[in-house]
């Protein structure tokens, strides 16, 4: 229902716009669609793109300009030679078998001629689809000589065929095709496209070289996110290395206010541990009589508050993350929920990941998820699935389970709702402590309906 009133708003949204604008709102919401996503490949299309379309104008203009005109005039001349040799022919009788003008064609114009007498025209072929040669030379006969003709351009690659009619049968004349067509103009497209495929090569190693410090910046940054250890040094250009000392930079200062704030706590933790236990050896010390008896379980229920205050205020920063083996962490789990009474059922892995995190804080994570659905359910189910960049471990119970609106409210830190599980010590703060620890890792910690009938409680870590 979320997305559907989005997608209404939006519509609204544009419809509201002048036309002009609404329409490049949707053609450039579409092409943003279509190009991909990553900075590389953003990077390769500015390098690429441009260098294409020049390299289209160029070809067409070459085409168009340069390729024509010297086939257009190499045609003209052939065509020329042709008609000269057809004028001599008519010109000069005395020259029966054509001996003095199959000479001179050959010898003077590099054309063979052969006199067909009483031949007639080969029915017309079709046309090439494409051939500049073809169009440039029919053009040029019909112009200079005027006459019925037939010619062969793609019949034998390196000759062409030309024919005639005469008054008395069909002129043949044959020439090199080079003499007719720019046969090596093909030559400057070979290299130009060459060039800018060597040049294009060189570009784009040098643009992953400059892309690889950005990823290089990327992966440490949500490595620290995890609460993994990292080892960065910037480089790549002068910006990214600016990028580069300013993450250090903020690294360093997160990691000294955790310093702080855990120095403090310890010192916080100490003066409160002395005077709870004072209180503690002056109520062993006085006439046991059920008001001090009352006392010492206000005093215990006090010290348990604490530690679980000062361990969620904590958290677990000085622990190192490393590759941990989730299905001997998970047997682990089922056995110390099993300590609190409760069936637990076989734990179900699909495969035997190890991930990198940190053991004991994950290990505190998953107990106090377990511990609830130990605390208000008879029988708990742990299973654990690998999914894209990503490994989802769900505790599910047979408890009464939370009502969806609520679901969110059990996460705030001492929130006790009335038909709401919490931690086992009643202090409010299990499952704040447990979305602390995977928000830590990069993950989190989501509720659902469970397939016992109870509650599921997820755990997303990345992988």
């Not at 086939?71 to 008609?83: E, F, G, W």
Request: charged share 25%; net charge positive.
């Amino acid at each position: 229902m979320a997305g559907t009133g989005l997608l209404q708003r939006t519509a609204t949204r544009l419809a509201a716009l002048p036309r002009p604008r609404r329409m490049w709102r949707i053609v450039s919401r579409a092409i943003g669609d279509l190009l991909p996503k990553g900075l590389y490949a953003r990077s390769l299309i500015i390098i690429i793109a441009p260098v294409v379309l020049l390299q289209s104008v160029i070809a067409y203009t070459f085409m168009e300009r340069h390729w024509q005109l010297v086939t257009r005039r190499l045609s003209s001349a052939v065509t020329a030679d042709v008609a000269a040799l057809i004028d001599i022919y008519e010109s000069y009788p005395q020259d029966k078998d054509s001996e003095t003008l199959t000479r001179i064609a050959n010898d003077r114009l590099n054309l063979d001629v052969d006199i067909l007498k009483g031949a007639k025209l080969p029915p017309a072929g079709p046309r090439p689809f494409f051939s500049i040669l073809d169009e440039a030379l029919s053009e040029e006969i019909r112009r200079q000589i005027r006459r019925p003709y037939w010619i062969d351009t793609v019949g034998r690659s390196s000759l062409i065929e030309i024919r005639v009619a005469i008054p008395d049968g069909v002129m043949r004349v044959t020439a090199r095709r080079s003499m007719a067509y720019a046969s090596n103009s093909h030559i400057f497209l070979l290299w130009m496209s060459g060039s800018s495929l060597v040049l294009l090569g060189v570009a784009i190693l040098f643009l992953r070289n400059q892309i690889k410090p950005i990823l290089r910046l990327a992966a440490v940054a949500e490595s620290f996110g995890k609460g993994r250890e990292i080892e960065f040094r910037p480089r790549g250009a002068r910006e990214v290395r600016q990028a580069g000392h300013a993450f250090i930079e903020m690294k360093r200062r997160i990691e000294r206010a955790m310093e702080q704030r855990t120095t403090m706590l310890n010192g916080v933790s100490h003066d409160l541990r002395t005077i709870i236990t004072r209180f503690k050896l002056s109520l062993a010390l006085v006439e046991q009589t059920p008001e001090v008896e009352d006392l010492q379980r206000d005093v215990d229920e006090m010290s348990r508050m604490l530690e679980a205050y000062l361990a969620f205020a904590r958290g677990d920063s000085g622990e190192v993350a490393v590759p941990t083996d989730m299905r001997a962490l998970l047997e682990d789990l089922r056995t110390d929920v099993e300590r609190l009474g409760a069936h637990v059922e076989a734990v179900d892995l699909e495969d035997h990941p190890r991930l990198t995190l940190r053991p004991d804080a994950m290990r505190r994570c998953l107990f106090n998820l377990a511990a609830n659905a130990a605390r208000y359910g008879e029988t708990v189910a742990i299973t654990g699935r690998r999914e894209a960049r990503a490994f989802l471990v769900s505790i599910d119970d047979d408890g009464p389970g939370i009502p969806p609106d609520q679901r969110e409210e059990v996460f705030k830190p001492f929130v006790r709702l009335d038909d709401a599980r919490q931690d086992a010590g009643g202090s409010g703060l299990g499952l704040s402590i447990a979305r602390d620890i995977a928000r830590a890792h990069g993950g989190d910690v989501s509720l659902h309906d469970s397939p016992l009938g109870g509650l599921r409680a997820t755990v997303r870590i990345p992988a």
